[in-house]
């Protein structure tokens, strides 16, 4: 007999009790509940730890694309059979739409990964039972398949930018390029691949400049 025969066959006693109108366990929703989060969780941790990690070290992220996932993932599974009016589900979106971190601006392969975990999550809680579940696994092994080969022949690095303050005004001038960024290189101790000038405050006689460079070529800079 099948794990999920002797938790129905369990759960057919309680199937009908109600406390304050719903239901003490459904144990077909409760099965697929569970089943689908740990799908759900598997493709994330492959995606985040297996793909994400290799090429960055920034394991800050490990943690809120796993929780933004499983957070995701609940919300659509349990609200999904849930009729919810225009008021109340305009307003939801208002919410979330005003919620952001207080950080540093998310770097574009971070915020890719963050789109690519969403969307793992509301495909698994959202198919109904007109997919089944060769085709969900089907489409998460695209994905993940999809990603893993773009990691490996576009080789992409993750790139950080730091905005420093830079006072030698003088090297701040046309055709001074190449000596501001090996003035940049040795005060930083950073291998810089590109920079920008933000602004320059001649009042102060300081510049505003955005330095470019690849985490897994600089020790130091991860550190920090």
Known sequence: MHLS??????????????????????????????????????????????????????????????????????????????????????????????????????????????????????????????ISYAELFTTNLLIVGGMYILERFLNLRQELTYRILYEKIENVQAGMEEELLADLKLRTGIDIKRFEIERI???RDVAYINIYFEVNGNKKAEMR
């Open 5 to 130: 025969d002797i938790l129905l066959q369990s759960g057919s006693a309680t199937e009908g009790l109600k406390f304050f109108g719903m239901k003490l366990i459904n144990t077909e929703d409760l099965i697929s509940l569970l089943v689908r989060f740990s799908m759900n969780l598997t493709v994330i941790i492959i995606i985040v730890i297996g793909l994400y990690a290799k090429t960055s070290r920034r394991k800050d992220f490990f943690f809120s694309f796993i929780c933004i996932s499983m957070g995701i993932f609940l919300i659509c599974f349990l609200l999904v059979n849930v009729k919810l009016e225009l008021g109340f589900a305009l307003g939801l979106f208002a919410v979330f739409s005003i919620i952001r971190y207080r950080t540093d601006s998310i770097p574009i392969k971070e915020m890719t990964y963050l789109f690519v975990v969403i969307v793992v999550s509301v495909i698994n809680a959202l198919a109904n039972k007109k």
């Open 201 to 203: 405050d001649f009042m």
